[in-house]
């Protein structure tokens, strides 16, 4: 097999321009798959940013109303579901900021500090101040910061429909993504919460994080079979989203897609080129053969080839990749500046891609192979 | 003296639906370490009788043994390492790898069944280009040398594995007579040095003449 793996190198070292076009293409193949799917996930990751990370992947809610045994819920959720990520009490109501004299309509959402941080990432989210780490304090969204003229220290009046006042300190400012959320979202303690509305340590409903975003509904299911009680809704983000869901899963398959058939033009390209090589070689295999080289042998010279152009093609279709990367976080920009697309550089993904390259570069060998396997010496030369 | 080759009845018929019979009843034997030369007309039967004895072909019926074995229950595997390590060819277009220098040429057959290459080996090709007279074209590129120079590399390569025959079709056919006799020249030194035993298929008369059994085959039958 040592002489095979020579020959094969030989063979490439020889046809210089040949060896050179079969790398590009591979390449070009190579670079594009990986491209794809680094866009494709980075495309992912920015949507479910935007929109469904800022909603719950699953809530649960009462029919009553209101929620009395959350943490049993949620200790029960945690431990019989290993896909859940997190789960957290939440408590939501309507309610106004007085300034002057408008009154400006906000959501107040109480968390644990904890939970809202393992839920939303909400500290990466803030760009001005901190967290809230006390009750009385409280972290306003970036539309509405811009809305209402406010800054950090300030203290802002929130006023419940029966007149009931609450007054908070603000820790920071968030920005979510979402100009709605960011306009309408006032996030502070639970307690502070429930107390405001008179809710006692019940909570309106508990959301839940899962590890695939993707099988939010299953896990929905799962969970209702978990609670197994009537008084409970389960709701998740894809039901609650069901254009933008079903728009992110076709996007997802079409990516696939894509990347199968780039991959295919590739490999079929190979198989041809490599095919003519075999004819083109046909003289030296046949000699090869009359001097005593096994069809095994014969065979496995054109696996190597495809496995050096393999590795060739899949480093340089790796550095095209980095190329485009660049070329796109420079030159397809919003108008601040920014990457449209935040690709996120998936190591396991480029290192799986990779395998599967350089497999189905060198796989693209098995027609040439058989091809020298089952050559006659006789032909080449009794024809010369 | 033994026999190196031995055919007996050996037929070989080309072609499914048009059959056309290129060797009738060949019964032959070659003597170990005999220089043998084989004549014919155009499509005779000549270079597929070499084949045949090389093992490249098989015979559509009859008995071929190589060193007394009969190559009739040989698998191709088993088939390709005696070729290997017991024949050496020499064909009328040198058929040298271009891909590869003159001595990784001659070091080719040796290659083929040798995970490493010894000093030996090397040393071994060396000899075998100096014995050919091309000692200073071991780095050479093969299509940077003449017609004669190529098919003098052809040779060495054939004795790298110290082969007890060799075959040769039309070893002259594409040079000059002054080449050509400095190749029967070669081949001659060579049967007496190493008593390789030769097979030469040729047009030639005035070679044929030279060797020591001329064997005559007309419309695929010897005529011995």
Redesign the interface.
């Known amino acids: 097999m040592f002489i095979s793996s020579k020959i094969a190198f030989q063979f490439l070292k020889h046809s210089k321009l040949q060896t050179l076009v079969i790398v590009l293409g591979i390449a070009v193949g190579v670079s594009v798959q990986i491209f794809i799917g680094l866009l494709s996930s980075g495309l992912e990751n920015t949507i479910l940013n935007k929109i469904a990370g800022n909603s719950a992947q699953v809530t649960v809610y009462s029919n009553n109303g209101s929620i009395e045994n959350w943490s049993n819920i949620k200790n029960k959720v945690i431990k019989e579901d290993k896909n859940v990520k997190a789960a957290a009490p939440v408590v939501d109501s309507q309610v106004f900021i007085k300034l002057k004299d408008t009154n400006q309509p906000v959501q107040i959402r109480g968390f644990m500090p904890e939970d809202v941080n393992s839920l939303y990432n909400i500290k990466g989210s803030i760009y001005e101040g901190k967290m809230y780490e006390n009750s009385g304090q409280v972290i306003i969204g970036k539309d509405l910061k811009k809305k209402l003229d406010l800054k950090l220290g300030d203290n802002i009046d929130l006023f419940t429909m029966g007149g009931k006042k609450l007054t908070l300190n603000i820790a920071g400012f968030f920005d979510l993504g979402a100009a709605k959320i960011n306009g309408a979202w006032v996030i502070t303690d639970l307690s502070d919460v429930q107390n405001l509305i008179g809710l006692g340590d019940k909570a309106t409903s508990i959301e839940i994080a899962v590890k695939d975003i993707y099988n939010a509904d299953l896990e929905g299911k799962k969970i209702t079979k978990i609670i197994s009680d009537n008084s409970f809704n389960v709701q998740n983000w894809k039901d609650q989203n069901k254009f933008l869901a079903s728009g992110m899963v076709g996007e997802k398959i079409c990516t696939i897609i894509i990347q199968f058939f780039v991959l295919l033009a590739a490999v079929l390209s190979i198989i041809s080129i490599l095919g003519i090589s075999v004819v083109q070689k046909y003289k030296q295999i046949g000699i090869l053969k009359a001097m005593g080289i096994k069809d095994g042998s014969a065979a496995f010279i054109f696996f190597v080839q495809a496995f050096i152009l393999g590795i060739l093609g899949t480093a340089l279709g790796l550095l095209f990749t980095w190329l485009y990367i660049k070329g796109f976080n420079r030159y397809i920009v919003n108008t601040e500046g920014l990457p449209l697309v935040n690709i996120v550089i998936n190591h396991k993904f480029i290192l799986i891609s990779s395998i599967i390259d350089i497999s189905a570069s060198t796989f693209a060998a098995l027609f040439p192979a058989f091809k020298s396997f089952r050559l006659n010496p006789v032909e080449v030369i009794k024809n010369g | 003296m033994d026999n190196i080759i031995q055919l007996k009845n050996v037929n070989k018929i080309y072609g499914r639906r048009v059959k056309n019979k290129v060797l009738s009843e060949v019964n032959i034997s070659i003597e170990k370490g005999s220089f043998n030369s084989i004549i014919g007309a155009s499509g005779s039967g000549k ?1 597929t009788l070499l ?1 045949i004895m ?1 093992m ?2 098989k015979p559509t019926t009859g008995e071929v043994y190589i060193q007394g074995k009969s190559i009739k229950s040989m698998g ?2 088993s088939r ?6 017991s024949i050496g ?1 020499v ?3 040198h ?1 040298l ?4 220098n003159t001595i990784q040429n001659v070091l ?2 040796y ?3 040798h ?1 490493f290459c010894s000093r030996r080996a090397k040393k071994k090709a060396e000899e075998l280009l100096e014995l050919v007279g091309l000692s200073g074209c071991k780095k050479k590129k093969v299509y940077d040398l003449s017609g004669g120079q190529q098919q003098r590399i052809a040779i060495a ?1 054939a004795l790298m594995n110290e082969p007890r025959i060799v075959l040769a ?1 039309e070893p002259t056919g594409n040079l000059d007579s002054t080449n050509a006799e400095s190749i029967y020249k070669l081949f001659r030194q060579i049967n007496d040095k190493f008593e390789t035993t030769f097979i030469i298929v040729t047009h030639d008369v005035s070679i044929a003449n030279k060797t020591d059994r001329i064997i005559r085959i007309k419309d695929g039958q010897v005529q011995d």
Do not use: K, S
């Open positions: 270079t084949n090389g490249l072909d191709r595997n390709a390492v005696v070729r290997n390590r060819f064909f009328q277009f058929y790898l271009p891909e590869f080719m057959p290659r083929i069944n995970f390569r079709d």
